[in-house]
Each structure stands twice: as C-alpha cells, then as structure tokens.
C-alpha cells in the first residue's frame, strides 16, 4: 500500500474505529443498524423472521432509542399473545416458536434501554419469555448458576442427544447475553452434533445490578464456569471447546494463554480475536469527543454509551478509558489450536488486531478465515451470516475433535 493510501486508512480507522457494518441495511444510526441486522439474523434460529423485524423498524424514529424499546417491546407482547393463545388449543410447539420470537423481541427492546432498572426490567420479560420458549419447546436445557465473587454467573447448558459430544462454551461479548447467544450460535451448534454451554461474565446480561463488571483477567470468570461444566455436566478435559464473539474475543484470548484452562480446551475460536480492548476504547472514546463537537449524538448512540459505561464499572466518560485499560492478552502465551475469523466489514483497528494476534501467537495449528462481502458475512462476528458463523466454527472442530461427517 502506498504512503498516501496507508495514511488515508489510518485515518479512517481512528476516525471510525467501532464501525461493524460495511454497508447500512436499514438505519442511518450505525448502532441501531447493526443491531437491526442482529435482530434479523436470529429468524433462522428461531427469533423474529424478516419480514417481522422489517414491521418493527418501521415502527421506529431513526436514532431514537425510546422508539426502539417501544416497537420491539410491543412486538414482544403481540408475540406472548400469540403464544398463549397457542397454547390454549393445545399447539405446544408452535406456542413455543411464538414464545421465543416474543423473547427475540424483548431482547432487542433492551439494547437501547438506560442503565438501571429500565435496563432490568427489559431484560426480565426477556428472561421469562425464554424460559418458557424452552420449556415449551422442550429443548435439552438445563440452567445453572456459576458462583463467583461472592455472586453468581448465570447460564445454560443444553445436552446433546449423544452422551459423548464435545462440549463448546460460547462466551459473548460487550452486547450479549447468554440467552440470544442460543440463536446467535448455540441452536446450529447443537444441531450439528455438539453440546453447547453459554454463560454471562461479568459485565453481560444483567450482572451489572450485581456490581459484576468487565474484567481484564477473563480468565478468571471463564476458569469458573468450566469447573461448573465439568463437575455438574461431565464435561471431559480435552473434549471441550471455546468460543468467543465481539468482546467475547478478548475473553477467550485470555483464557487460551492460561495454563491451567489451556488443559481443559482442545481449541480456542473467536470472531474476531481481539487482544486489546484498551486501544480501541480509547480510540473510540477520542473519535466520540471529536464527532460530538461537530453534531450531538442521537440519543441512541448516548444510551449506548452509558450502557457501555456501566459494563465497565464507570460513571463517566473520562473513568471509562482507565476502567478498561488493563484489557490486553498476550499472544506468545497461546499454544492452543485456534481459528481466527474476521469480517472484512469490521474496522481497520478490529482487523489490525486479528491479523497481527494470529501472527504472532505460538500455535502451531492455527488457521485465519477472512469473510468478504460476497460471503454475505462481512458484518462484525457475522450479524449477518450467523450460519456462516456456524459452518466456519464446526468445520474446525470437527478436524479437531476428529470426527468424521456423513
């Protein structure tokens, strides 16, 4: 690349360091379009088809996070509605297909919610809707709680008709929770032969109420919900496992470099590996006061700072940087086979990283898969190719844990 393109893109990417998207799909908000996108991508695993969503968001302002909550919330209820009057003729199943859009529903209703109790209250009428889609559907779900500082990490593990399937524990990231990562990953996971555990770390779902926040050691939280695993649900060291996304991917990165969990894991996956958080929170953090300074932000951008903010443990926007500052992992620690997946959607810095994180660690099995445009899963941790996703991650696997396909 010439020195003059090579600055352009520098530029670029400190000046849109968190972009996920390379195209818009519906909004004009970067934000509410990729999680527009995120919506739409878990019909196929059981939340709300297209042409759903597309009703939804025409029912909502651009950039205005009150009129999110309020389309996606309603959709919600519509849809428990529908699944209660299902389950009053005796339509079980289809009652619980309604019952876990209603629970897509919801779930989204809260990406654009304050932090605190309206935050909370969102996330419990998503948290009935899927256990109830669960019970109705009568999926192989146990849920479990990881005790950890002195608190608990919430999950759950769904078994697998054949007794001895690996095991994958799917980490999520800065926007998750464990219960969308069921339609993000865990339902094909299953389907193709693998049991699939799922839990929040600190900072996800709805541990902030706890005063659970993001931290740097990820190592430690993941350490305890894989004792959990393997003591409660028999999984086999070895025989497991692990899967980050979006921030999940810094997660996980930090758990291949330890030794003791490196033990436990016979590969690591994330999409995208992402080693150091610190540099793009600040990064974004600097971007933000510079396009602040020239427009203020919608206020769904503002919610989703505050959101941001309160995962990290921090009151402001100034305690936000320090708070995340220690969130680097060390790739000359990773021995383990792993596979690096990137969008080619996700901004330089995300790219920057993954490339030089599969560069340098110490793995002698390790592969890295990039997803163009044309794949149709470019967007960040493939919002818009979950399958894709899936495919990538089984495929290695399988070679992995070698295990022969039909």
């Given at each position: 690349?010439?020195?003059?393109?090579?600055?352009?893109?520098?530029?670029?990417?400190?000046?849109?360091?968190?972009?996920?998207?390379?195209?818009?799909?519906?909004?004009?908000?970067?934000?509410?379009?990729?999680?527009?996108?995120?919506?739409?991508?878990?019909?196929?695993?059981?939340?709300?088809?297209?042409?759903?969503?597309?009703?939804?968001?025409?029912?909502?302002?651009?950039?205005?996070?009150?009129?999110?909550?309020?389309?996606?919330?309603?959709?919600?209820?519509?849809?428990?509605?529908?699944?209660?009057?299902?389950?009053?003729?005796?339509?079980?199943?289809?009652?619980?297909?309604?019952?876990?859009?209603?629970?897509?529903?919801?779930?989204?209703?809260?990406?654009?919610?304050?932090?605190?109790?309206?935050?909370?209250?969102?996330?419990?009428?998503?948290?009935?809707?899927?256990?109830?889609?669960?019970?109705?559907?009568?999926?192989?779900?146990?849920?479990?709680?990881?005790?950890?500082?002195?608190?608990?990490?919430?999950?759950?593990?769904?078994?697998?008709?054949?007794?001895?399937?690996?095991?994958?524990?799917?980490?999520?990231?800065?926007?998750?929770?464990?219960?969308?990562?069921?339609?993000?990953?865990?339902?094909?996971?299953?389907?193709?032969?693998?049991?699939?555990?799922?839990?929040?770390?600190?900072?996800?779902?709805?541990?902030?109420?706890?005063?659970?926040?993001?931290?740097a050691e990820a190592e430690k939280p993941i350490a305890a919900v894989t004792k959990l695993l393997v003591e409660?649900?028999?999984?086999?060291?070895?025989?497991?496992?692990?899967?980050?996304?979006?921030?999940?991917?810094?997660?996980?990165?930090?758990?291949?470099?330890?030794?003791?969990?490196?033990?436990?894991?016979?590969?690591?996956?994330?999409?995208?590996?992402?080693?150091?958080?610190?540099?793009?929170?600040?990064?974004?953090?600097?971007?933000?006061?510079?396009?602040?300074?020239?427009?203020?932000?919608?206020?769904?951008?503002?919610?989703?700072?505050?959101?941001?903010?309160?995962?990290?443990?921090?009151?402001?926007?100034?305690?936000?940087?320090?708070?995340?500052?220690?969130?680097?992992?060390?790739?000359?620690?990773?021995?383990?086979?792993?596979?690096?997946?990137?969008?080619?959607?996700?901004?330089?810095?995300?790219?920057?990283?993954?490339?030089?994180?599969?560069?340098?660690?110490?793995?002698?099995?390790?592969?890295?898969?990039?997803?163009?445009?044309?794949?149709?899963?470019?967007?960040?941790?493939?919002?818009?190719?979950?399958?894709?996703?899936?495919?990538?991650?089984?495929?290695?696997?399988?070679?992995?844990?070698?295990?022969?396909?039909?």
């Amino acid at each position: 690349m010439s020195t003059r393109l090579q600055t352009a893109a520098n530029v670029a990417a400190e000046s849109h360091p968190s972009q996920r998207l390379s195209r818009k799909y519906c909004f004009d908000d970067p934000d509410m379009d990729l999680f527009f996108m995120a919506a739409a991508s878990w019909g196929p695993s059981g939340g709300l088809d297209l042409g759903q969503v597309y009703y939804v968001a025409s029912q909502i302002a651009d950039g205005d996070g009150d009129s999110w909550m309020k389309a996606f919330s309603e959709y919600g209820d519509a849809m428990n509605a529908q699944a209660d009057a299902w389950l009053e003729k005796g339509w079980r199943r289809e009652a619980g297909e309604a019952r876990m859009k209603a629970f897509a529903a919801y779930r989204s209703a809260w990406q654009f919610a304050a932090p605190g109790e309206a935050f909370a209250r969102m996330v419990a009428r998503h948290k009935r809707a899927f256990a109830q889609a669960v019970d109705e559907q009568r999926l192989p779900a146990t849920f479990f709680q990881v005790p950890y500082a002195g608190k608990a990490l919430p999950g759950v593990f769904f078994q697998n008709e054949d007794a001895n399937a690996p095991v994958v524990l799917v980490i999520g990231g800065a926007d998750t929770c464990f219960e969308d990562l069921y339609l993000s990953l865990g339902r094909n996971l299953l389907a193709r032969g693998y049991s699939v555990a799922i839990a929040d770390l600190p900072g996800q779902g709805i541990t902030m109420m706890d005063d659970l926040y993001w931290e740097a050691e990820a190592e430690k939280p993941i350490a305890a919900v894989t004792k959990l695993l393997v003591e409660r649900f028999g999984a086999k060291p070895g025989r497991m496992a692990l899967i980050g996304l979006s921030l999940g991917g810094y997660f996980v990165a930090r758990a291949a470099g330890d030794a003791a969990l490196s033990e436990h894991f016979a590969t690591v996956i994330a999409s995208t590996p992402f080693p150091n958080p610190a540099q793009l929170f600040a990064l974004s953090a600097k971007a933000a006061v510079e396009a602040d300074s020239k427009a203020a932000p919608t206020p769904a951008a503002m919610r989703s700072r505050m959101v941001s903010m309160w995962k990290a443990g921090a009151k402001t926007r100034e305690e936000f940087v320090p708070k995340t500052a220690g969130m680097v992992a060390d790739p000359t620690r990773v021995t383990l086979p792993f596979l690096s997946i990137l969008g080619a959607g996700d901004s330089q810095v995300f790219a920057r990283q993954a490339q030089t994180w599969h560069e340098q660690i110490r793995s002698t099995k390790k592969s890295f898969v990039l997803l163009d445009a044309a794949s149709g899963a470019d967007g960040h941790v493939q919002v818009n190719n979950r399958l894709r996703l899936c495919q990538e991650c089984v495929g290695w696997m399988d070679q992995i844990f070698d295990r022969s396909q039909a």
